[in-house]
Every structure is written in C-alpha cells, then in structure tokens.
C-alpha cells in the first residue's frame, strides 16, 4: 500500500472504537464492535476489524486462568488505512469459552483521519498501556472523549535506558535496520522477536527517539502478532513461537531471544544511536537525530566514546563549523576526540586512529590551530602528530605555539624513536613522509644530526633520478612537482634547516660531479638557494648557471670556472664538470675548441681531470669538414705520445698526415703510406671519421693538378673501395666540374689520369670509365673549339700517345665506342653518345 505523509495538525479527541469477541452464546451476538464513535466512517471498519483481530500464542493454554491471561501478550500497534487516516489500537486477551475455543479478545482504538496527530502531539508509541486504555467497552456504550493521553510509566527514561544496556549486543544492528526501513516503504519490514510484548514497545520506544521526528509520527508498528506474514505494519514484533519468517528475504528479523550477532555494524549512524542509549544519553537525540555529523559532535561533547570511523565524520563536520562553534564546545569536542593517553611506540593499550579520522582529525587541527587559544587546539594537535607519526599519516605542518610545554616534552620522550626510524626510513620517497617527519622533529627538539647524511644523499638521488615530466601530484607531508627542480617542501626545508642544507649541497655537489648535465638538468629554475652558503660546492654551482647560446661555448666554460670558484689545477674534477656541461649528452668541441682548451689548460690538467679522452674523441669524431683537426691531432700526439694504444695513435698519425698534404711536408708515397697505416691497425681499425677524412684528403690530393704516375698507380693497384669512392666522389663535385669547364689543361691532366693503368685492377677501370663517361665528356662537349684545340695541345706535349687516344676517345659514332672498349674500360663503362 503506498504510503501518505503523516501531516502536523492536531484534530479534535480522535474517535474511538471497541471491539470484543465474546464467547458464543454469551449474549447471543458472538464478535463484534462494540461502540463506534459518530465521526468513524463505515467504510472503514472492515478493514480495521481485520487490524484488530487476535489470535493467541501458539503454545498458550487452552483454558487459561486469570493469572495467566495476564501473560499473554498486549497488540498494541499503530497502523495506516487506506484513506490514509491511522488507527491507533490495543488489543488483549479477556479469557477462553467453556468448551475450551478461541480465546476471546477486546480491542479499543482511536481512529486519526489523515493529517492528524494524537492530542497534543504525543508519539504513538507513548500511549503504551496509558489509562486511557480500557479493557472492556464503556458499560453505557458511551467512551469518555479523550483531549490528552498520559504517557506509561514503562517507557519513562530510566527504564529504557536499562533495557538498551540489556540489549547492547542488538541495539546497532536493529537501528541499522530501521533507517532502512523507515526511509524505504520498499525495503521490507522489521521483525523483532521478544519473549514479553512489553519489550517490543520498548523496541519501538528506542526506534521512535532515533528517528526524525516526522519518521517517528510515521512508523507504522504492532507489539504483537501470531503470524508476521498477516501483518502489514513497518515493524512486527512477535513471539519464540510465532511463525517464523527468518528465511523470508522480506523481513528482516532480530531474534533478540537467541545469540547476540556478531562481528561491527557498517552503519556508523546506527553504532553511534547505539553509544548514546547505551550511556543513557537519548537526550541528544532531541536535534536532528538523523544527522550523523552533529549527533558524533554532541556524544563526544556528552564524553561517549565513539568508534573511529564516526570520530572521523565527528571531526570532519566540525571542520566545517568551527567558525560557528563556541570554545566551550570545541574544548570539550577536542577533550572527546583526544580522550585517553597520546599514542607512543610500546603503548598496547592505545588505539590508533583509522586512516580517515586521521585526515579528519589532521583537517579540524589545520581549521582551529592559530584561530583559538592553544589550550583548546594543543591536545589535538599533539594527538595528530602523535598518530601522524605511529600510524604513518599525513603529518601536520605545526606552528612553535602550537603545542603546550608539557605536550612538546611528552611527544619529544614518546616520539623520538619513530621520528628517526621513519627519517631513515629508505621505503618512503625521501622529500615526502621522511621530510616531513624531519620538521617534526625539528619542532620537538629531536636531535637527528646523524641521520642528516643519509637522508640528503637519497634526496639528491631523487632529485637527479625523477624526470622532468613526472606526475605533479604533492603528498600531503610534502612534496611537489619535479618539473620545478626541486618539491616546495624541500626548498623550504633548506631555508629552515641549517644541516639539511649543507648535507643536501654535498651530496647535489657530488651527484654534479659525476653526473652534471642530469643534476643541471633537474635544478634548471628550481631555486636552490645556494646563495645561503657563501662557498664550497662548485660542482653544485656549476649545474645551476642557466645554459647559453652554441655560438659562445667557449665563453660559457669558462664562466662556469668563474662560478665553481676553484681554480681546474687546484681541483682538476672542476674542469671534468665545466667540459661536460658546456658539451652535454656526448657533444663534443670542435677542433679549434678542443686546441685552446689543451693548450691553455695543459696536458697536465686534462690528465688529472680525466678530459683527455674527450680531447681525443673530438679528434677522431669530427667531420671531414674541420680543419683544425689535423692541427689538433698533432698536439694531442705531442702532449700523450705516452699513453696512447695503438689504434688511437694510428689514427691520429692519419689525421696528422691529412693535415700536411699538398704543403712541402707530405713526402712521397702518400696513398701507401695511408693504406699501409690502414692495414697496420686491421685488428683494431680507425673510426670510419677518420678512415673517411685520410680516403678524402687523398682524393683531392690526386685531383689538385698532374698526380704523380706512382700514386695514381697505387690508388689504382689498391681496389681500396672507400678510397675509389671518395676520389669518385670529389672528382664529381662542383669544385672539380668548374676547373674542367674553365681550365683545358686541368681537362688534359684528367684524361691523363683516367686513361691510365686499365686492367690493373676491375675496380679502378670501372671508377675511371664512369668519370670519363659522366665528367669528363659533358665537360669537354662543352669546351669551345679554342678550348679543346688548347687540350689537345697539352696532350701532345705529354706525349705516349696521350693526344692520338684523346682524339679516338672524343670521336663520335662506332668507332669511339671501339676504340672505349679497346682501351679497357670495364663493364660499367657507358658508351659515348653519338
């Protein structure tokens, strides 16, 4: 049936109704009402002759006496109709027929018309056993109007504060049940099973004071009935030997007569109804029961222990209303949530707070602390540290005041062992918990110098070890984003914490040392004050200067050396540092950049410094293009003629050579020298950079003019791939293409050259046919007749033949394709264009 709401007015005196069920032959008339007042509806009386009926216990007695009727149980029970008028009844047993029938019965009820109240607002409830109620009908048929109704002295506070003591183990799970069922018209009913009709009254008595006052006018319920499936009320209450319905998912049944239930109630609400009539409090429940936050206030205020997951609700409601909450209460609220002795290590009979009424607890500190006297704040905020610290919560940033003399002493006894254990604590990210933990420890006067070194080490790990695109989520004890260089929280430590400061500076001054270009990188903008300490750490100092342009490398090393403040030769690890930030992630310096820097720094300290090696490197890896590489590799094979391996020292000697080609210096035999180099170091060969720059350097030394028969025979003897290659390559490049289209005699020194030794080996005739084929014949086609007449003159003064194959080979048509091919050219050769 759907439910209507249960209005405020209060009407006239309700009208009443008696009913009796007399035994047969009594009177002649058998069941039926007795009075009906004037304002019942007739409509309604079916339906409320089947709310009243009563049927006995079961196991009653067939002929029960006087003194045992007054045993059986009372129908007391409030119900709704269907015009959404509520009837209030009582319904006891009157005695058995003769021969031993159903037991007889009267009811009496008052009938409320929808929208209605009892007199003077009353709860149903409270009319348990009144002397309104009567036991037979009014001998005159007429009841005397009722204008109040005297509550019974059954449900006076005392006694329903001793019988929730006596049903402790019941009283959450039955509230929890309850709301459920007074909030939902769905959700089922409530079946409470008693061995006294009078302590299902006292049931609903508890029920009724918990409820919202409206909820409560509303509760529809009965103290008794013989089969709960026929009753149709909100809460049922019936006997052991009642029907049961215990495996009907409809009802849910609390068997207060058997075992108390076990395990904790979810429904913090209910547990806290439950404390509060437990420690006889149902006063605090006259204001919004309901509301789970004011009513944990008041039973903290009232001194009644809660459990922690309403502690925290208590705690976080109260953050909310600090601003409107007089110091009076807040004391006594911080006196109940603080209650018992502060938690230290070894304590076993101290109760650490859950995790969410830590938070909670840690949020009211963070509203009350500095906004009222300390004496209200200074018991909550040392419980907050002391349980932050033990129970591994987020720990309080606290102010000096914050704490009492006594509290600090007491925290700073308790406390100092966790304190260090969790500083040195290697599971926990260094600037989160363990930071924190370290202000805390500041704050209480807890000497942790001997930790200092330790923790700074792995700070600085982590600072060099976290990238810059990591999450920027903050931990509620410190932290914050890598992408800033260095967490607030740390940057704050160091500006408070003289010993953290220089232990975190050696350790970032170490890391620089060995890894600066990362340690550089993360502290870019970070803020490091390290203008707190005025010297030392120059490795750290360096890491810190702002990158420059490219074009200024030189300038910028050396105002790194500027700021590290210590001279490479005092310190050669300086140089080591200032080199790798100014080259970074394998950059290496040019050839004049690596020159200066061994020259105006010595081989001295570039040995001391470990650099060497990048001096060496920038050698070997330097493009064909540098030309001060072969001046470089002279000095290097100057200044480390003695530490050299050999394959380092033999591709410095090309590099060398590649520097004294075509000056007075080079000597004789150049490509043999540079393949017998080559060959030397087979087992070990020379980087492809410099294997490339000796090939190319050759190359054009063969192009710059008439090449000496002997070299051009060994260049072609060789097959060398790479060295045919690059004088391929050059021969091809624009540099030779313009001394070809402006010099005849340049063009008789390359036919020359690319006539010469066929068949001495397949790859030199297949790279000499492609250049005379794709160079030198476009070249020649577009020399004007002056031009090729001043060749061929060149030719004839070289004589062998050289001007006869030139005129062959430059003749058009079949007979230049023979004389090609009758001059050697290999398979790649193409044929002249006719």
Same mark, same amino acid.
């Not at 049944?253 to 439950?274: L, Q």
């Not at 080259?583 to 020159?595: D, F, M, N, R, V």
């Given at each position: 049936?759907?439910?209507?709401?249960?209005?405020?007015?209060?009407?006239?005196?309700?009208?009443?109704?008696?009913?009796?069920?007399?035994?047969?032959?009594?009177?002649?008339?058998?069941?039926?009402?007795?009075?009906?007042?004037?304002?019942?509806?007739?409509?309604?009386?079916?339906?409320?002759?089947?709310?009243?009926?009563?049927?006995?216990?079961?196991?009653?007695?067939?002929?029960?006496?006087?003194?045992?009727?007054?045993?059986?149980?009372?129908?007391?029970?409030?119900?709704?109709?269907?015009?959404?008028?509520?009837?209030?009844?009582?319904?006891?047993?009157?005695?058995?027929?003769?021969?031993?029938?159903?037991?007889?019965?009267?009811?009496?009820?008052?009938?409320?018309?929808?929208?209605?109240?009892?007199?003077?607002?009353?709860?149903?409830?409270?009319?348990?056993?009144?002397?309104?109620?009567?036991?037979?009908?009014? %001998? !005159?048929?007429?009841?005397? %109007?009722?204008?109040?109704?005297?509550?019974?002295?059954?449900?006076?506070?005392?006694?329903?504060?001793?019988?929730?003591?006596?049903?402790?183990?019941?009283?959450?799970?039955?509230?929890?049940?309850?709301?459920?069922?007074?909030?939902?018209?769905?959700?089922?009913?409530?079946?409470?099973?008693?061995?006294?009709?009078?302590?299902?009254?006292?049931?609903?008595?508890?029920?009724?004071?918990?409820?919202?006052?409206?909820?409560?006018?509303?509760?529809?319920?009965?103290?008794?009935?013989?089969?709960?499936?026929?009753?149709?009320?909100?809460?049922?209450?019936?006997? %052991?030997?009642?029907?049961?319905?215990?495996?009907?998912?409809?009802?849910?049944?609390?068997?207060?007569?058997?075992?108390?239930?076990?395990?904790?109630?979810?429904?913090?609400?209910?547990?806290?109804?439950?404390?509060?009539?437990?420690?006889?409090?149902?006063?605090?429940?006259?204001?919004?029961?309901?509301?789970?936050?004011?009513?944990?206030?008041?039973?903290?205020?009232?001194?009644? !222990?809660?459990?922690?997951?309403?502690?925290?609700?208590?705690?976080?409601?109260?953050?909310?209303?600090?601003?409107?909450?007089?110091?009076?209460?807040?004391?006594?609220?911080?006196?109940?949530?603080?209650?018992?002795?502060?938690?230290?290590?070894?304590?076993?009979?101290?109760?650490?707070?859950?995790?969410?009424?830590?938070?909670?607890?840690?949020?009211?500190?963070?509203?009350?602390?500095?906004?009222?006297?300390?004496?209200?704040?200074?018991?909550?905020?040392?419980?907050?540290?002391?349980?932050?610290?033990?129970?591994?919560?987020?720990?309080?940033?606290?102010?000096?005041?914050?704490?009492?003399?006594?509290?600090?002493?007491?925290?700073?006894?308790?406390?100092?062992?966790?304190?260090?254990?969790?500083?040195?604590?290697?599971?926990?990210?260094?600037?989160?918990?363990?930071?924190?933990?370290?202000?805390?420890?500041?704050?209480?006067?807890?000497?942790?110098?001997?930790?200092?070194?330790?923790?700074?080490?792995?700070?600085?790990?982590?600072?060099?070890?976290?990238?810059?695109?990591?999450?920027?989520?903050?931990?509620?004890?410190?932290?914050?984003?890598?992408?800033?260089?260095?967490?607030?929280?740390?940057?704050?430590?160091?500006?408070?914490?003289?010993?953290?400061?220089?232990?975190?500076?050696?350790?970032?001054?170490?890391?620089?040392?060995?890894?600066?270009?990362?340690?550089?990188?993360?502290?870019?903008?970070?803020?490091? %004050?390290?203008?707190?300490?005025?010297?030392?750490?120059?490795?750290?100092?360096?890491?810190?200067?702002?990158?420059?342009?490219?074009?200024?490398?030189?300038?910028?090393?050396?105002?790194?050396?500027?700021?590290?403040?210590?001279?490479?030769?005092?310190?050669?690890?300086?140089?080591?540092?200032?080199?790798?930030?100014?080259?970074?992630?394998?950059?290496?310096?040019?050839?004049?950049?690596?020159?200066?820097?061994?020259?105006?720094?010595?081989?001295?300290?570039?040995?001391?410094?470990?650099?060497?090696?990048?001096?060496?490197?920038?050698?070997?890896?330097?493009?064909?293009?540098?030309?001060?590489?072969?001046?470089?590799?002279?000095?290097?094979?100057?200044?480390?003629?003695?530490?050299?391996?050999?394959?380092?020292?033999?591709?410095?000697?090309?590099?060398?050579?590649?520097?004294?080609?075509?000056?007075?210096?080079?000597?004789?035999?150049?490509?043999?020298?540079?393949?017998?180099?080559?060959?030397?170091?087979?087992?070990?060969?020379?980087?492809?950079?410099?294997?490339?720059?000796?090939?190319?350097?050759?190359?054009?030394?063969?192009?710059?003019?008439?090449?000496?028969?002997?070299?051009?025979?060994?260049?072609?003897?060789?097959?060398?791939?790479?060295?045919?290659?690059?004088?391929?390559?050059?021969?091809?490049?624009?540099?030779?293409?313009?001394?070809?289209?402006?010099?005849?005699?340049?063009?008789?020194?390359?036919?020359?050259?690319?006539?010469?030794?066929?068949?001495?080996?397949?790859?030199?005739?297949?790279?000499?046919?492609?250049?005379?084929?794709?160079?030198?014949?476009?070249?020649?086609?577009?020399?004007?007749?002056?031009?090729?007449?001043?060749?061929?003159?060149?030719?004839?003064?070289?004589?062998?033949?050289?001007?006869?194959?030139?005129?062959?080979?430059?003749?058009?048509?079949?007979?230049?394709?023979?004389?090609?091919?009758?001059?050697?050219?290999?398979?790649?050769?193409?044929?002249?264009?006719?």
């Amino acid at each position: 049936m759907a439910r209507r709401e249960f209005g405020h007015r209060e009407g006239p005196a309700p009208a009443q109704l008696h009913y009796t069920s007399a035994p047969s032959g009594s009177d002649g008339s058998g069941s039926r009402f007795t009075v009906v007042g004037a304002e019942v509806p007739q409509g309604v009386l079916r339906e409320v002759e089947r709310l009243i009926a009563y049927e006995p216990p079961c196991d009653s007695p067939e002929r029960a006496e006087a003194e045992q009727l007054k045993g059986f149980p009372i129908a007391f029970g409030f119900s709704e109709l269907a015009d959404g008028g509520r009837l209030l009844s009582r319904s006891v047993c009157t005695g058995t027929d003769w021969a031993g029938g159903p037991v007889a019965f009267h009811a009496h009820a008052f009938l409320l018309p929808a929208g209605t109240r009892l007199p003077d607002g009353v709860l149903p409830i409270s009319t348990w056993e009144s002397p309104r109620w009567a036991d037979s009908a009014p %001998p !005159d048929g007429r009841p005397e %109007p009722v204008d109040r109704v005297e509550p019974s002295g059954l449900l006076r506070k005392e006694a329903l504060v001793a019988f929730a003591v006596s049903r402790a183990g019941w009283l959450a799970p039955f509230f929890a049940e309850l709301r459920a069922v007074a909030a939902d018209p769905g959700a089922g009913q409530l079946v409470v099973v008693e061995h006294d009709s009078a302590d299902v009254a006292r049931w609903i008595a508890l029920a009724c004071t918990v409820l919202p006052r409206e909820q409560a006018h509303r509760l529809t319920f009965t103290t008794y009935t013989r089969d709960p499936r026929q009753a149709r009320q909100q809460l049922v209450g019936v006997l %052991p030997s009642s029907e049961s319905v215990g495996d009907d998912g409809r009802y849910r049944v609390h068997d207060c007569t058997g075992r108390r239930p076990a395990g904790p109630v979810a429904d913090t609400w209910a547990e806290v109804c439950a404390r509060v009539w437990r420690a006889g409090r149902p006063d605090l429940f006259h204001n919004n029961p309901e509301d789970l936050g004011p009513l944990a206030v008041a039973a903290l205020v009232a001194g009644i !222990d809660l459990r922690t997951d309403a502690r925290a609700v208590a705690a976080s409601w109260a953050a909310e209303q600090a601003g409107t909450l007089p110091d009076d209460t807040l004391t006594a609220l911080v006196a109940g949530l603080c209650g018992g002795p502060v938690p230290h290590l070894g304590s076993r009979s101290t109760t650490l707070p859950g995790e969410a009424e830590q938070a909670a607890l840690a949020v009211l500190l963070a509203r009350l602390d500095g906004r009222v006297p300390a004496s209200v704040s200074a018991p909550l905020a040392a419980r907050v540290l002391a349980s932050a610290v033990l129970a591994r919560g987020p720990v309080p940033v606290l102010r000096a005041g914050s704490l009492t003399a006594r509290a600090h002493d007491d925290l700073a006894r308790d406390l100092a062992p966790a304190l260090r254990a969790g500083i040195a604590d290697t599971a926990e990210p260094a600037a989160g918990r363990p930071l924190a933990l370290l202000r805390a420890a500041d704050l209480l006067d807890v000497d942790c110098q001997d930790e200092l070194p330790e923790l700074a080490e792995r700070l600085g790990r982590e600072l060099v070890d976290t990238p810059a695109t990591h999450a920027t989520t903050t931990a509620p004890s410190g932290g914050g984003s890598p992408a800033d260089g260095c967490p607030p929280a740390l940057l704050d430590a160091v500006h408070t914490h003289p010993g953290l400061r220089v232990a975190l500076f050696g350790s970032l001054n170490t890391l620089a040392a060995a890894e600066p270009a990362a340690v550089a990188r993360v502290l870019k903008g970070s803020g490091l %004050p390290l203008d707190l300490q005025q010297s030392g750490f120059p490795h750290l100092r360096m890491c810190v200067v702002p990158a420059g342009s490219d074009d200024d490398r030189l300038d910028r090393f050396h105002g790194l050396l500027r700021t590290a403040g210590v001279s490479p030769h005092a310190d050669p690890a300086v140089l080591r540092t200032a080199l790798r930030l100014t080259w970074p992630g394998g950059e290496l310096p040019t050839g004049q950049e690596a020159s200066l820097l061994l020259k105006e720094l010595g081989s001295d300290s570039h040995r001391a410094a470990g650099t060497r090696e990048l001096l060496i490197e920038a050698a070997l890896a330097a493009s064909p293009d540098d030309r001060d590489i072969p001046a470089l590799a002279a000095d290097l094979l100057r200044c480390f003629s003695m530490e050299l391996g050999p394959s380092r020292r033999t591709a410095l000697l090309l590099l060398e050579f590649t520097g004294v080609l075509g000056t007075g210096s080079e000597g004789e035999e150049w490509v043999g020298r540079v393949l017998d180099r080559m060959a030397g170091a087979a087992a070990d060969p020379v980087p492809e950079t410099v294997a490339e720059r000796a090939f190319q350097a050759l190359a054009w030394r063969l192009l710059e003019g008439t090449a000496p028969a002997n070299e051009l025979y060994a260049l072609a003897r060789s097959g060398e791939p790479r060295l045919l290659a690059a004088y391929e390559r050059a021969a091809r490049s624009e540099r030779v293409g313009e001394r070809l289209r402006t010099g005849p005699a340049y063009v008789a020194d390359r036919f020359c050259d690319w006539s010469a030794f066929p068949g001495t080996h397949p790859a030199w005739d297949e790279t000499r046919t492609v250049l005379l084929a794709k160079v030198l014949r476009p070249a020649v086609r577009a020399l004007s007749v002056e031009q090729q007449g001043e060749v061929e003159a060149a030719l004839d003064r070289a004589g062998r033949g050289k001007l006869d194959a030139f005129r062959t080979w430059n003749r058009p048509g079949a007979l230049g394709r023979l004389a090609g091919r009758l001059s050697g050219r290999g398979r790649r050769a193409e044929q002249p264009d006719t």
